[in-house]
C-alpha cells in the first residue's frame, strides 16, 4: 500500500510501537513490525490472516485491490473474503519483505477502527523521516 496515503499524517502524528510501548491519549495512528501488537489488533476486530495474491498454499482471488502490491489483507466478519492464510504465511511474508503495519488505533473515546496500511518499510522511514527502529 502506498506511503502516500491519508492514513499516513505528518511524521509527528505516527508513532512507532512495539508490545511493550507505553501508549498515550494522543497516539491516534501507529505503526509497527511487532507480530504481538498486529496480532492483538486483529483479534480486537475478528479479523484474520488473508490474501489476494498467488502463494505456495493457494491461487490468487479475483478480487483486485490497489495496494502497492503488499499482498497482504485482512478478511473482518461480513466485509470481502480474500483467501484465509496461516499467521505463520502471513508474517513469513511481511518479515520476507520488510514490510510495517500502520493502523488506527483506538481509544476510550474512539471505537476499533478496520482502518490499516501496510508498506515497505524503508518508504515509510523515508516517507515520514522516521529516526525510530521500525
Known amino acids: 500500500m502506498s506511503v502516500q496515503d491519508p492514513l499516513l499524517p505528518e511524521h509527528s502524528k505516527v508513532k512507532v510501537v512495539t508490545r511493550d510501548t507505553p501508549l498515550d491519549a ?3 495512528v501507529l505503526a509497527t513490525r511487532d507480530p504481538f501488537v498486529v496480532r492483538g489488533w486483529a483479534k480486537l476486530l475478528a479479523a ?4 489476494g495474491e498467488a502463494s505456495a498454499s493457494g491461487a490468487a482471488t479475483s478480487l483486485k ?3 502497492g502490491g503488499s499482498g497482504l ?6 466485509i470481502a ?36 496500511r501496510i508498506v515497505p518499510t524503508q518508504e515509510l522511514r523515508e516517507r515520514l523521516s522516521l529516526t525510530a527502529d521500525v
Open 26 to 28: 494522543g497516539d491516534h
Open 48 to 51: 484474520e490472516p488473508a490474501t
Open 65 to 67: 485491490v490497489n495496494d
Open 73 to 78: 489483507r485482512f478478511n473482518f466478519p461480513g
Open 81 to 116: 473474503r480474500f483467501r484465509a492464510i496461516s499467521w505463520d504465511e502471513w508474517f513469513d511474508h511481511f518479515d520476507r519483505h520488510s514490510l510495517t503495519f500502520v493502523f488506527e488505533h483506538s481509544t476510550a473515546t474512539s471505537p476499533p477502527s478496520a482502518r490499516y
